[in-house]
């Protein structure tokens, strides 16, 4: 075959262009750490690339909650924790107390002041507020939602506790006598990564973690089938009544009661501790999710380093070569052995 | 026989001539080894051809024989089917090229496209929705948090509209490269055309059009090249006229007969298609490959969104500026219909129609800088309302005394997880705003790197043939080293049967008849 010079010259230009292409392209892999950034370098990478980013973008989100939601739990549990100390003590020690003969009427009095100050430090607790939000308050956001009415008795978002009931069928609270929702008791959901559904614009409970607590279901609502509040602040007014009154029949009634609903109330402790687990569970599922994400995003788009100090060499050498190459090649004609 | 007394010098003269003009082109090939264009040439020589047909007796022509040698012309050494071969795929790959080209700068106008691992694109933009909304689902009632929210809104609209831009900009620039690469065919058509005349009108082609070794070489290299060049701007014919012009048909059209030419116009319309017309019919110029085609497919390709025979079934620029008109429609519809106003009893509010009252988030801005909710969406008018502008950043808010975060989380459901549906004109997508950015910036990805291949591909095998034409057109420096070394020996030869022949005459004249002087 007749090779004209201009293709010899053409040939190694390209060669020598390709040799600095690939040196340069491997400078690049090895500096970026990236295979490739250029989607239509490799279309199917990159847009699996994309898609793993957005998932990893919304998981380190649902991480970020998940911490909120714990941080904003320990309050609810400190919260609950010391309010149940406050039962345990009514409970065991000033209704015992009270009921115990060796106790006066000036030692009922004294230990019925002690439960008023006790059930206005339950107030407080009730009313516990984390950033902007109630923690055992359901939804409101400016209103304190546990109050005392002028008769004494406990409002929930002014409403009385004793005349709120629960539909069994939809899940919510309504004032008896007005049957009307309770306002401000609205569940407040987080997405932590369940899967989050709506049904119109409500949430799909098992699909998001439910931050919110109502109040009722700390506190109690309602009256028992003999009247008596459900309630524990209306019942530590009762108790405090029975004790300035020394009505003794009563408040053995409510000591009863009171162990119940102390009972109950671990109840709350214990189902805050299984939603700490929860999370403790969702959150090392979300960080391990985030680590198969970000070791996907390496296998997708990382470069093997081994594979790339090697090919780092070898466009060396190859460059080299081809420089040589030039060297030998071009100049060299028939012309230059001649005398 | 007879023979004339310096008959052997005449052919020892013709020699030294012939050798003489060999080793001009020897010089001449070796000088233009690396001229563009340049077609290596060569002596044309033949033995003088001796006859007695013209004599009015018969008689002997062994007496003329041995003449010497004719040079009959410098010829150029050239394969035309090989020039075609070459123009048909330099075709196709300038076809390739300059599509590749204008779709890496539409790529371009996609920040994710251009960097997988960047995030101030569309999807790092969807990203910063959600992380804006789920940090305000945890404070629902502060204007603080809603400003975040709104903030997240600006920064998708401006990546929208940044896009949109430049889209815009990338047409504007390649509708003006456009209109200078056909002033650059006109001119290209021209000279062709014009050599065309230079050459029928040449001394030599004309009186022996049939002499097929003299031919005006340079001017036809020139030619040459320039057709090369034609033939990246458009699929072209060439077909060879006996008088040593070329006519060349261009997408089928005859564009260039002897020394006239067509010429192309190009038009823009208001929605910005190209027009690119033959002046002489003012019918569209029809191309199957070449540069001008890419343009014209790129700058009026809308896909399967198709509405006109101006616009081509490629996906250029009209179809991602669809794509991303879509992409703004949707996200102000899915905007605008999720936080509904607040009745002031912490319900939703019901217009006279029985329908929620939403918020209008997003909106269309007017010539005069206001919004307007009413008005068709695009990427180019997308904006924050003006209700959200003039109320505050808390207008996101639904309720300010109660935490009712469900509005904010169906939004953020809306733009992250729920599918849409996103309808252009032929076309419809459905999935979440990422999704159909993915499948956006995939399709690009694809059409650049479907272009890029086939371009590769075309250019190997239009390398391939320029080789081959080089193989026989171009400059052999050790081929014209011999013969350089070939002529100066044949010239020496000569040179030494003058010596001869004067040395047969020394003896003729000087030393014959010496006896008895």
Same mark, same amino acid.
């Given at each position: ?339 | ?288 490959? !070449?540069?001008?085609?890419? =343009? +014209?497919?790129?700058?009026? %390709? ?5 509405? @006109?025979?101006? *616009? ?118 459905? !999935?979440?705003?990422?999704? =159909? +950015?993915?499948?956006?910036? %995939? ?5 650049? @790197?479907?272009? *890029? ?65």
């Amino acid at each position: 075959m007749r090779v004209s010079d201009k293709t010899t010259v053409r040939n190694y230009l390209k060669y020598l262009e390709q040799a600095k292409t690939n040196y340069a392209e491997t400078n690049a892999r090895i500096a970026s750490g990236n295979r490739f950034v250029r989607i239509s370098y490799d279309v199917s990478a990159g847009t699996r690339v994309l898609r793993t980013r957005t998932d990893l973008s919304k998981t380190q989100e649902y991480y970020d909650n998940v911490k909120s939601i714990n941080d904003g739990l320990s309050v609810t549990e400190d919260a609950l924790k010391s309010i149940n100390d406050i039962l345990s003590d009514v409970q065991s020690k000033k209704i015992t107390k009270a009921m115990s003969d060796s106790t006066g009427e000036a030692g009922r009095k004294a230990l019925a002041n002690e439960v008023k100050a006790l059930k206005e430090e339950i107030l407080q607790f009730a009313n516990t507020k984390y950033g902007n939000k109630y923690v055992l308050g359901g939804s409101s956001a400016k209103i304190a939602p546990f109050s005392v009415g002028t008769d004494g008795k406990l409002l929930y978002n002014g409403i009385d506790v004793n005349n709120i009931i629960y539909d069994n069928t939809d899940g919510r609270y309504y004032d008896k006598l007005t049957n009307k929702l309770v306002p401000m008791d609205s569940d407040i959901y987080a997405d932590i990564g369940l899967g989050l559904r709506m049904v119109g614009s409500d949430i799909e409970s098992d699909t998001a973690f439910k931050v919110s607590y109502s109040g009722l279901e700390i506190l109690g609502f309602g009256e028992n089938s003999d009247g008596m509040p459900n309630n524990i602040f209306n019942m530590l007014t009762n108790i405090e009544k029975c004790m300035r009154d020394g009505d003794m029949e009563t408040l053995g009634k409510y000591g009863d009661i009171l162990i119940e609903t102390t009972d109950s109330f671990r109840a709350l402790l214990t189902d805050i501790g299984a939603k700490t687990n929860f999370l403790d569970t969702v959150e090392a599922r979300i960080n391990s999710n985030i680590d198969s994400y970000k070791n996907q995003l390496n296998n997708l788009m990382g470069i093997n380093d081994a594979e790339e100090a090697k090919n780092q060499t070898m466009n060396d050498y190859v460059l080299k070569a081809v420089l040589q190459m030039g060297s030998k090649i071009l100049p060299v004609t028939l012309m230059d052995f001649l005398n | 026989m007879l023979r004339s007394t310096f008959f052997g010098f005449e052919a020892a003269k013709t020699a030294v001539f012939a050798n003489q003009k060999s080793l001009d082109i020897v010089g001449n090939n070796l000088a233009n080894t690396e001229t563009k264009g340049y077609t290596r040439q060569r002596v044309e020589r033949a033995s003088i051809y001796t006859t007695t047909y013209s004599s009015r007796i018969a008689s002997s022509t062994i007496g003329q024989a041995g003449r010497g040698v004719e040079t009959l012309g410098v010829s150029q050494i050239r394969d035309d089917f090989l020039d075609k071969c070459y123009r048909d795929e330099y075709s196709l790959a300038s076809y390739y090229g300059k599509s590749s080209d204008i779709l890496n700068d539409v790529l371009n106008v996609f920040p994710e496209a251009m960097d997988i691992t960047d995030s101030s694109g569309f999807i790092g933009g969807i990203n910063k929705l959600y992380e804006s909304i789920n940090k305000y689902i945890q404070e629902p009632t502060l204007d603080s948090e809603a400003n975040i929210v709104k903030s997240a809104f600006l920064n998708m609209v401006q990546v929208i509209q940044r896009a949109d831009q430049q889209l815009t900009t990338v047409a504007e620039r390649q509708t003006m490269d456009l209109g200078t690469t056909i002033d650059r065919v006109n001119e290209v058509m021209n000279q062709i055309a014009h050599i065309n005349k230079i050459i029928a009108g040449d001394a030599t082609v004309v009186t022996d059009p049939s002499n097929e070794h003299f031919r005006p070489n340079e001017l036809l290299d020139r030619r040459n090249l320039l057709l090369d060049e034609l033939a990246g701007y458009g699929n072209i014919n060439v077909i060879s006229q006996a008088d040593g012009t070329v006519d060349v048909e261009m997408g089928g059209k005859l564009v260039i007969n002897q020394g006239e030419c067509d010429a192309l116009t190009m038009s823009k319309d208001q929605k910005g298609y190209v027009d690119v017309d033959w002046r002489s019919s003012g019918k569209s110029v029809s191309l199957t490959s !070449g540069s001008l085609l890419g =343009y +014209i497919n790129v700058l009026n %390709g809308r896909g399967n969104n198709a509405q @006109s025979n101006k *616009e081509t079934p490629v996906q250029g620029i009209p179809y991602y500026r669809d794509r991303i008109n879509t992409f703004a429609a949707a996200l102000v519809k899915v905007a605008n219909t999720s936080i509904p106003e607040n009745d002031g009893n912490g319900n939703p509010k019901v217009g006279a129609d029985g329908k929620i009252e939403y918020k209008i988030l997003l909106s269309a801005k007017k010539g005069d800088g206001t919004t307007d909710s009413s008005l068709p969406i695009t990427a180019g008018n997308i904006a924050i309302s003006d209700e959200w502008n003039l109320n505050g950043p808390g207008y996101f808010i639904f309720s300010r005394a109660e935490n009712v975060e469900n509005y904010a989380q169906k939004l953020s459901a809306r733009l992250t997880g729920e599918s849409n549906t996103f309808t252009s004109y032929g076309e419809s997508f459905q !999935g979440n705003f990422s999704d =159909y +950015i993915i499948d956006v910036v %995939g399709k690009v990805g694809t059409d650049v @790197s479907f272009n *890029e291949g086939r371009r590769d591909a075309a250019a190997t095998v239009s390398d391939d043939f320029l080789s081959q034409r080089e193989a026989v057109s171009g400059v052999q420096q050790d081929e014209e080293t011999a013969d350089m070394l070939k002529y100066q020996r044949s010239y020496q030869a000569a040179a030494r049967i003058m010596t001869v022949m004067d040395e047969l005459l020394e003896t003729l004249i000087n030393k014959i008849g010496i006896a008895g002087r």
